[in-house]
């Protein structure tokens, strides 16, 4: 019974031929060998070819619906006797026409009504005609047929079978090659489908044809075969194993890549070896490499070099013992000192972790079954040996001999390298002077040199050229693009020239010619631009008997070379120009520094020698005179710190150290705290200041506003002190500051003949860090307008530089460092705003700037640094009336005394300690320590010296920590640092250490 699924197996023809015949039958003699086929029957006949070809034609017609011709028709048509069709008169005889073998008897033998074929006489004429194709196919071949798959096969087919035959005659795909199926289902899916041959190149299957899981590769294809109906209801399958070229293949490649080292040889022969071998793994599973050292020794040692699959642990690795020891492989060695030596793998082996063939059952490598041991050595010197495990699933036959032997000549030429370097060289000059005997070796050489190489004749045509030269100057490399002078193409127009002089004067007899000459393709370097590559022409003539027939040329890439020249030559230039003006720096800096000095000097000498003005002087008087000096002194002293603190700033720019920290700000405060700041210097200098707040405040409805208030704060002290600098002597005094804020493009709020200072490079949106929040973006305007010198249009762009001012004599008239407005561009550019500034000579200039910020609605206030300093207040409030006790710390006698003297005048007792082992042995004494004192001293606050001798004020103060929460201080007392040490990281180390921020002395006494 046949299913539906493979009907097309049977003979859906009813009508039949009723003439029967008998023809001539030979007989064939039985095979002598062994039969291939259980139950072999009786041979059939054979017919002729004639009486064949004539049932093929009457079987295809009836496929075809075309009418039958009668055999008259068809014997007129062929002048012989007609012969009626065994097909059409008996189905089951039309297997007589096959060949006549014991693998046909097979096949007729087979229960095929068990099969999805069904019964032999019940098969369609379709499958018959490609039955008869693959008996009479004299290639591997086997037919698969029906939605099954059921296999019919050749003779040939039977070493592809393997273990599987003669089951797998009759049986489906599935029940035999499961895992192939699967391999190989997309390509009967493809050919049934598009009704093409699919070919299949080199498939890896597991064979068992000797008892043993055998590693084969085969190329075949599928051909798709029609039924009786035309349509695709099977596929022919022939195939022939490649097995051997494949293995060829993956083993020269493995080969071909353990190359003799060329140069000094650094290496060892196992960092040469290893790695290779680990690159094929199916048939190098396992190794040992062990090498012989004579060093220092009276008898030879080996030594373990490197393994593979070997773990550190197994008894086979040993460091190194004799030659004629007898543990491990030892007693091997000796006998494959001459000859390679091939052995089964024995108990020594278990433990190893091999490589290769993976097993499905197990999941684990299957273990090799031999194992070979190859000398390394060559004519006159044995240099160690080498350990392999087999191919778990190839022979040790020919093939694999052959590979040891390769292997261990390789190998073998590298361990001579490896081992003398003279050697080497020798060698290879001795192989270089028979090259240069030999063209074909020469061009041979040239082809895989790393320079390129090119060949001309007389005329300009290319006889040949390297590899090299194609991919150094990008010449086409086809036919067409090779014309005459065609090598002139590759240069750029600038370079053409010099390269055809060249040309001429190889022609006019020069010896040699050695150029560089750019080409039109790009170099692209570490960094910087793209550029036109550079490379060195070395050109000679070929003269035969003083006639030059050809000329010659090397060609090196040296785009690399002159980049860096190029680089070197533009940091050199940059390094004269940084030190030009590192010491134009230094020399403003220091003028500036010391221009205050002679001030402060000679009010201090006047404020000492003020007592003896008392003879001609009222004290009133004399008070006046000593406050005005004092006032001259602070500003002196505010004029260094500001050029100090922009030294500070930008080297925290320069190292990118400078944070951007944004809080809840007003605006408003902003500019009126500014503006207070600088009301004692604009009195002085009779400077009106206006400040003007524009509509866009009330109308975009600014109020509390993320952004850094420190920073902006620093940007319009560095304008206004500009602005103060440049309008103090003019006949009209007037600043005017003007402040906005815009929620689009803010840059269309300013005059439109603002200059704006061209950005670098691109700066990160601070704003989308989560601190900034997630409030709607804002951009806060703000310019500074002054009736002070202006200057020329062409001074502007270079006064945004770095150590630049407008002109040289700006730094003489007005003095400054030349930072404070490169400074601005820097803090405005980090906070996503740009700068600019409009001028006109002799009117005065604006300055205009703005920051991007983000609103909070939160209204959020800086909560943290007002409960530090009410909690403070509050501390100091609570002690017992009377005056504030300080404890103060500080090493400089000096400072000391400076500051004992104001905290005294501001009502404070003080108690001075050097450094902070006196300031702890204070405390011991003090009402704050835990056990009873007699006449303590009392303590309020304590004023710590950052740097001090014995102790400094960090140590101290955590000292200090550690004794309050251990319970031997009894109160909190506060540590406030007095220190110049005002950078960031070290204020957070300050308070990380117990100690709140630094503050005016002034706020200490009122606190």
Request: aromatic content about 8%; hydrophobic content about 35%.
């Amino acid at each position: 019974m046949i299913s539906d699924g493979d009907k097309q197996g049977t003979s859906t023809t009813t009508t039949t031929t009723t003439t029967t015949t008998t023809t001539t039958a030979t007989k064939t003699a039985t095979a002598t060998t062994t039969p291939l086929y259980p139950n072999p029957s009786e041979s059939p006949r054979r017919r002729t070819s004639i009486l064949t070809t004539r049932n093929a034609i009457q079987n295809i017609r009836p496929a075809l619906s075309e009418p039958v011709p009668s055999p008259d028709n068809v014997a007129a048509s062929n002048s012989v006797d007609p012969a009626p069709s065994p097909i059409d008169n008996n189905p089951a005889d039309w297997t007589l026409d096959l060949p006549d073998t014991d693998h046909v008897r097979f096949f007729r033998s087979r229960d095929w009504s068990s099969t999805a074929l069904g019964p032999l006489d019940g098969w369609s004429f379709a499958l018959r005609l490609h039955t008869f194709s693959l008996f009479a196919d004299t290639r591997p071949a086997c037919l698969y047929w029906g939605p099954s798959r059921t296999a019919i096969y050749n003779e040939q087919w039977i070493q592809l079978a393997g273990k599987t035959h003669p089951t797998l005659m009759g049986s489906t795909l599935q029940q035999k090659f499961p895992k192939v199926l699967e391999k190989i289902g997309w390509a009967l899916e493809q050919a049934e489908k598009t009704k093409v041959a699919v070919d299949l190149v080199e498939i890896p299957l597991t064979s068992e044809r000797s008892g043993y899981k055998e590693e084969t590769y085969f190329t075949g294809s599928f051909i798709p075969l029609r039924g009786d109906d035309s349509k695709v209801y099977g596929f022919y399958n022939t195939a022939y194993e490649v097995t051997r070229q494949k293995l060829n293949d993956r083993r020269v490649t493995m080969l071909n890549r353990l190359e003799i080292p060329s140069g000094v040889h650094e290496g060892t022969l196992a960092s040469y070896v290893i790695p290779q071998l680990e690159t094929n793994p199916l048939d190098i599973p396992m190794a040992m490499l062990f090498q012989i050292d004579e060093s220092n020794v009276s008898e030879p040692v080996v030594r373990l070099q490197g393994q593979i699959g070997v773990p550190e642990n197994h008894p086979l690795v040993i460091d190194q013992a004799d030659l004629s020891s007898c543990i491990g492989l030892y007693p091997v060695f000796c006998k494959a000192k001459k000859e390679i030596v091939t052995l089964p793998v024995d108990e020594r082996f278990a433990g190893i972790e091999w490589r290769g063939h993976r097993d499905g059952l197990t999941g684990f490598c299957q273990p090799s079954s031999y194992f070979s041991v190859l000398p390394i050595a060559t004519a006159d010197r044995l240099y160690g040996f080498l350990v392999l495990g087999a191919n778990a699933r190839r022979p040790i036959d020919d093939d694999h001999h052959s590979f040891m032997l390769n292997i261990a000549a390789k190998i073998s030429t590298i361990a001579a390298s490896v081992a003398s370097a003279e050697e080497t060289r020798r060698r290879a000059e001795r192989l270089e002077r028979e090259l240069v005997e030999r063209e074909k070796q020469i061009r041979y050489m040239a082809q895989y040199a790393p320079i390129g190489m090119q060949h001309l004749s007389s005329d300009g045509s290319i006889i040949w050229a390297n590899e090299m030269y194609y991919q150094h100057t990008g010449h086409p490399k086809d036919a067409e693009s090779q014309y005459n002078f065609s090598f002139f193409d590759v240069f750029i127009e600038e370079d053409r020239g010099r390269a055809m002089q060249c040309w001429a004067d190889l022609l006019q007899g020069a010896s040699h010619v050695e150029i560089a000459l750019r080409i039109k393709r790009m170099y692209f370097p570490p960094n910087g631009e793209p550029e036109h590559a550079c490379l060195l022409f070395l050109s000679f003539p070929y003269m035969v008997d003083g006639e030059i027939k050809s000329l010659m040329s090397c060609i090196t890439d040296i785009s690399q070379l002159k980049w860096a020249e190029a680089a070197e030559a533009r940091n050199a230039a940059d390094a004269r120009e940084a030190k030009r003006q590192q010491e134009e720096f230094i020399d403003v800096v220091s003028h500036e520094m010391r221009n205050p000095l002679s001030a402060i000097f000679q009010c201090a000498d006047m404020i000492s020698n003020s007592y003896r003005d008392l003879v001609h002087m009222s004290a009133i008087e004399i008070l006046k005179s000593n406050i005005e000096a004092a006032n001259t002194i602070t500003m002196c002293a505010n004029h260094q710190k500001h050029i100090v603190d922009d030294v500070l700033t930008l080297s925290k720019l320069k190292y990118m150290m400078l944070t951007i920290s944004p809080r809840p700000v007003r605006p408003i405060s902003i500019f009126d705290q500014v503006v207070k700041m600088f009301q004692a210097d604009l009195a002085s200098h009779d400077i009106t200041i206006n400040t003007i707040v524009q509509p866009s405040i009330g109308d975009n409805k600014i109020d509390w506003v993320m952004f850094d208030s420190s920073r902006v704060t620093q940007i319009l002290i560095n304008l206004l002190t500009n602005a103060i600098k440049f309008t103090k002597g003019e006949s009209q005094r007037k600043i005017t500051i003007t402040y906005g804020a815009a929620l689009t493009e803010p840059r269309d709020t300013f005059p439109k003949d603002l200059y704006w200072v061209p950005c670098e490079k691109k700066i990160e949106d601070l704003t989308l860090r989560p601190e900034w929040g997630n409030g709607e973006h804002v951009f806060l305007t703000c310019s500074v307008t002054d009736t002070g010198a202006g200057m020329r249009a062409e001074e502007i762009p270079r006064l945004f530089a770095r150590f630049e001012q407008a002109n040289s004599k700006t730094s003489i008239k007005y003095g400054g460092s030349g930072l404070g407005l490169f400074i601005s561009q820097q803090l405005t550019e980090k906070q996503g705003g740009r700068i600019g500034l409009s001028s006109v000579l002799g009117q005065g200039s604006t300055f205009g700037f703005y920051v991007k910020a983000r609103r909070n609605t939160a209204k959020l206030a800086d909560s943290t640094a007002l409960s530090r300093r009410s909690m403070g207040r509050a501390e100091g409030n609570g002690t017992a009336s009377g005056s504030m006790h300080v404890l103060l710390v500080e090493d400089n006698l000096v400072n000391q005394k400076i500051l004992e003297k104001q905290l005294t005048r501001a009502g404070c007792i003080v108690h001075v300690a050097n450094h902070g082992l006196e300031a702890l042995e204070i405390l011991r004494q003090s009402s704050c320590w835990h056990e009873p004192i007699k006449e303590p001293k009392r303590l309020d606050i304590i004023l710590m010296d950052w740097e001090m001798p014995v102790m400094d004020g960090l140590t101290c103060s955590r000292e200090i920590r550690k004794l309050q929460q251990a319970g031997k201080i009894v109160k909190h007392i506060e540590i406030i640092a007095t220190t110049a040490n005002a950078r960031e990281e070290q204020i957070e180390l300050a308070l990380h250490n117990g100690i709140v921020s630094p503050q005016a002395l002034r706020g200490i006494a009122e606190g």
